[in-house]
């Protein structure tokens, strides 16, 4: 008979009700656990996106971008060149203004200091120094400025640029770099205070000055048909009042030049 089992041992035994009870056929429903997260961490969390969100605008929102370049004090330096050293649509907070300082200097010798400021939220301005205009040095057909440290800073157009300015030129056609110190301060004072006190201490215009082998002796030349040989180290004003000495007791005799290099002396021919 189906559901029962015989054995040599065992009389007729209905297997069926030892078989595993069914409630070990049941699956236990897991229990659920709530996670439960402290306020102070909430507060973190919301801490650290506020920082993050912040920190964002601050450094990659177009809120804070360059598109404003201004530049002060220059004349010398045009300011579309000097514009060129900040690059538009930076961020502001990561712009350098140290190496953009740095490259201004490097870039253009006539200036002298500058000063690079943020001004927020999408500004830079750039403010400049130029060194001064003392005189023109001429070498090789091309004149350049000179700054009163002796400086050459600028190659400036022979027709126009400097007129106002005493003109210095060299005999020996040396190159000139610019940027460079081209001859001494003392060098440029003792050029200046010629050319500002010729004409009203002898009544005579100075056209230019030469050097022919060292800048320790310069040669000015007039419009009186006669140039006058000067020691540079030597006091102008001194060399000055022995020209005017000479000038009234000989200026009949004078044709070619006045050397008054060696003090106490003056030498005309």
Known sequence: MAGYYKNSRMKD???RKYRAPAVFN????????EIKIPGATWKYLF??????GLLYFLFYSSYFKIN???VEGNLLVPTAEIEQSVTKGENIFRFNSKSTQAAILQSHPEIADVE?????????K????????KMVWQSGGVNYLVSSEGIATKKIDNDTDGKDLPQVVDKQNLPVEQGTTLVSPAFVEFINEINTSFFSTVNIHPTHFEVTETTFMVDLYTD???????????SPEKQLSDLKAILVAHRADIHEYVDLRVNGWGYYK
Do not use: H, Q, W
């Open 13 to 15: 035994v209905d297997y």
């Open 26 to 33: 049941v699956v236990k429903p897991k229990e659920s656990r």
């Open 126 to 133: 750039i403010v400049v120094l130029e060194r001064d205009r």
């Open 116 to 124: 690079v400021l943020r001004g927020l939220p999408n500004a830079i």
């Open 224 to 234: 009186a048909g006669f140039y006058v040989k000067l020691d540079t180290l030597r």
């Open 47 to 52: 801490l650290i996106l506020a920082i993050l």
């Open 68 to 70: 404003d370049v201004m």
